[in-house]
């Protein structure tokens, strides 16, 4: 078993910044590959970005590269989410999770029928 707590979110102006954070427990830290993904009012859940276990891979989505970093740290089994450069189409709630199976290609860490545990979402609105 593995719990996330994500916390973070809020309200922010275009252009903004904010820092979201997934603290993991139940398990191992080190054995998860973990990714971050969002969900907006009537859309499908989507992939923002994700890292493998050691970290030395991440990916991101290509809405939010160059703009988005995730980084974990192991001693405090959290990762983080900063974005920077918000923008009104990245309101969404944004849901940490964790993948138990090791993964390290884009296309097996972006689906989220890779991961076996997930958060309750933390909300972060962009106003224009």
């Known amino acids: 078993q593995v719990q996330l707590v994500e916390s973070g979110g809020g309200l922010v102006q275009a252009g903004g910044s904010l820092r979201l954070s997934c603290a993991a427990s139940?398990?191992?830290?080190?054995?998860?590959?973990m990714g971050w993904f969002r969900q907006a009012p009537g859309k499908e859940r989507e992939f923002v970005a994700a890292?493998?276990?050691?970290?030395?891979?991440?990916y991101y989505a290509d809405s939010v590269k160059g703009r988005f970093t995730l980084s974990r740290d192991g001693a405090k089994s959290t990762v983080y989410l900063q974005m920077n450069g918000l923008r009104p189409e990245d309101t969404a709630v944004y849901y940490c999770a964790a993948d138990l199976n090791y993964r390290a290609t884009y296309y097996s860490t972006s689906r989220p029928s890779s991961y076996d545990y997930w958060g309750q979402g933390t909300q972060v609105t962009v106003s224009s």
């Open positions: 890292v493998t276990r050691s970290g030395s891979n991440t």
């Open positions: 139940g398990r191992t830290f080190s054995s998860c590959g």
